[in-house]
């Protein structure tokens, strides 16, 4: 059975629609209905030594078994078990591989600048962290390395409350990894979906949709950032200016990501402020349907690069949660010719473009 998560509005009817001409929310199904719904405490959670599971068993097939129920989190390689993502980082040391079972985690996780991987078992779409409309869904301000990756989660139902930016990711000082997460429904003052600032953060091969900033940035904001963001899909993020994204002083490469906006909406997809310092790679972007942009202080216009695609991206069923490239889409073998897929031929623009397009799951 589904779970049926309402992702977009927290007050959405059953059966709505996803933004239509009322405002009113689409009603998706993903997760495990009978999967753990956990929450965080600082104590730790650990039952070491209770289950005996190893990282090969970290997920077994779903039983009625107590430890698997109220201790879905492992650290793998060992036996230690937890009840929430939260405490198996507080559990986690230098290197450590937290292994988050299947299940929608009621959760606002911070990786407390810990040098570890935080990587769901089977994936984004039946492995749900919902921030509760409390704060961001997953916090990073505290110089964690690239090393410090998270992957394979949906990221949904976050508020950056606390710092009015980053409403599904806020990283801060740091250059973590962030990839093949699927970042929807959440909102901000300022970049709904992934904000990074002061940081060298690579974030690429995500889905980043429907995020809501009441300021600016929809999808995402770089500011005064370093790092990369590549081969993301960006679809139909929403805010009053630059619902797409907004580069201020930032330097982060940015190539080879789909980058759609609403149709409905009058303004540029993307606001602009000269990075200082250095220049940086940017190209090989699909860009729809708007095309303009808003110039930052300096009035110098966004450095596109080449390769732009402008034109539309063609996806599946992105209504329906597929947002793979049908065969007739213009991102098909256009991104940065010196990159290659893992089938060896030239990289699709957007999440599942590049050399790390295979998703794993």
């Known amino acids: 059975m589904l779970l049926l998560a309402l992702l977009g509005c927290r007050d959405c009817p059953q059966g709505s629609t996803r933004w239509d001409d009322d ?15 956990t929450t965080a405490d600082d104590s730790g959670g650990d039952t070491s030594g209770d289950s005996g599971s190893t990282a090969s068993e970290s997920c077994p097939e779903k039983t009625s078994t107590e430890n698997y129920d109220l201790y879905p989190v492992t650290i793998a390689g060992t036996d230690r078990r ?3 993502i939260q405490n198996g980082i507080w559990g986690a040391e230098e290197g450590d591989v937290v ?5 929608t985690y009621y959760e606002n996780i911070d990786f407390k600048g810990k040098l570890i991987t935080v990587t769901s078992d089977q994936g984004p779409w039946v492995t749900i962290i919902d921030g509760q409309g409390l704060d961001s869904v997953v916090t990073l301000q505290n110089y964690e390395p690239s090393e410090s990756i998270l992957q394979g989660f949906t990221l949904t139902n976050g508020s950056a409350l606390k710092t009015n930016h980053g409403g599904g ?26 904000y990074v600032r002061n940081g060298g953060a690579n974030v690429h091969n995500n889905i980043i949709a429907w995020n809501e900033a009441t ?26 200016n630059g619902p ?11 190539e080879g ?56 991206a063609e996806l599946v069923d992105p209504e329906g949660m597929d947002f793979s490239l049908s065969a007739s889409s213009p991102a098909n073998d256009a991104g940065p010719p010196d990159d290659v897929d893992p089938d060896g031929t030239r990289a699709d623009i957007g999440a599942y473009g590049g050399p790390d397009g295979e998703w794993p799951w």
């Not at 292994?99 to 299940?103: D, E, F, K, R």
């Not at 801060?172 to 990894?177: A, D, H, K």
């Open 23 to 37: 405002g009113l929310c689409h009603l998706i199904e993903i997760g495990d209905s009978a999967a753990p719904q």
């Open 82 to 84: 937890f009840d929430s």
């Open 99 to 103: 292994t988050v079972c299947p299940g």
């Open 169 to 194: 990711i806020y990283i801060e000082w740091g250059s973590p990894t962030i990839r093949y997460n699927v970042i929807i429904d959440n909102d901000a003052h300022i970049a709904g979906g992934v």
């Open 215 to 240: 300021e600016g940035g929809g999808g995402m904001v770089c500011t005064a950032c370093v790092g990369g963001y590549r081969y993301n899909t960006l679809y139909e993020n929403r805010s009053g």
């Open 244 to 254: 797409v994204a907004e580069w201020f002083w930032g330097v982060a490469d940015l």
């Open 257 to 312: 990501n789909i980058m759609v906006s609403e149709k409905a909406y009058t303004g540029a997809a993307i606001r602009w402020m000269k990075p200082r310092g250095k220049d940086f790679e940017t190209g090989y972007n699909l860009l729809w349907p708007h095309r303009e942009v808003v110039d930052g202080s300096d009035a110098d216009a966004w450095p596109e690069g080449e390769g732009l695609v402008w034109a539309e």
